[in-house]
Nanobody
Framework: QVQLVESGGGLVQAGASLRLSCVAS????????MGWFRQAPGKEREFVAAITRSGVNTYYKGSVKGRFTISRDNAKNTVYLQMNNLEPEDTAVYYC?????????????????WGQGTQVTVSS
């Protein structure tokens, strides 16, 4: 089992920045591909970003590319999502997830473990 705990959400104005953190425990963190997903009110949960086990390669949803940065610190068992120039459309509950497979993917079904989520609200 892997336990994931997100933090760093909040209420900000458009154009502001937030950094989300997700701390993992229970298994060897570096064995997992990590992803961030989000779910806006009334919408399905969607992929935001993912990072390989080593942290060398990253992948993003098109609308966040250039504004969001995913990174990880395997020594701290933590994955981050730096979000800059936030827009009201970014308002959602943000979840981190761990994937024990070898391939980075945006498919939610491939992720084995999920955190409880952290709320991000961006006002216009």
């Amino acid at each position: 089992q892997v336990q994931l705990v997100e933090s760093g959400g909040g209420l900000v104005q458009a154009g502001a920045s937030l950094r989300l953190s997700c701390v993992a425990s229970g298994r060897t963190f570096s064995n997992y591909v990590m992803g961030w997903f989000r779910q806006a009110p009334g919408k399905e949960r969607e992929f935001v970003a993912a990072i390989t086990r080593s942290g060398v390669n990253t992948y993003y949803k098109g609308s966040v590319k250039g504004r969001f940065t995913i990174s990880r610190d395997n020594a701290k068992n933590t994955v981050y999502l730096q979000m800059n120039n936030l827009e009201p459309e970014d308002t959602a509950v943000y979840y981190c997830a761990a994937n024990s497979g070898a391939v980075v993917t945006n498919l939610q079904g491939m992720y084995d473990y999920w955190g409880q989520g952290t709320q991000v609200t961006v006002s216009s």
